[in-house]
Nanobody, 115 residues
Framework: QVQLVESGGGLVQAGGSLRLSCAVS????????MGWYRQAPGKQREVVAS???????NYADSVKDRFTISGDNSKKTVYLQMNSVKPEDTGVYCC?????????WGQGTQVTVSS
């Protein structure tokens, strides 16, 4: 059974940094990509960043040049380095894994940025 567990969220002041981790347990065949998503109160979930199996990355315009997604295959973990955070980055951050047969999602970790 595949599980995704996020960690690293918390309270941070605007301008600060956080690093989120998403640990994958279990075996996934034909993984295509992984991504970080966030949902702010009263808003729809949005994609923040994604990384393909080959290492290609993509970012939402709102986080470009501030956030970095990376992966460590040996640890089966994907990271989201968040720098220069802003109050509008507040939300529940979830990681997702996409493979040929579907997708898996983690439960999420709360990130709160104070002004």
């Amino acid at each position: 059974q595949v599980q995704l567990v996020e960690s690293g969220g918390g309270l941070v002041q605007a301008g600060g940094s956080l690093r989120l981790s998403c640990a994958v347990s279990g075996t996934v065949f034909s993984m295509n990509s992984m991504g970080w998503y966030r949902q702010a109160p009263g808003k729809q979930r949005e994609v923040v960043a994604s990384i393909t199996r080959s290492g290609a990355t993509n970012y939402a315009d709102s986080v470009k040049d501030r956030f970095t997604i990376s992966g460590d295959n040996s640890k089966k973990t994907v990271y989201l380095q968040m720098n220069s955070v802003k109050p509008e980055d507040t939300g529940v951050y979830c990681c997702a894994l996409f493979y040929w047969g579907g997708e898996y999602w983690g439960q999420g970790t709360q990130v709160t940025v104070s002004s």
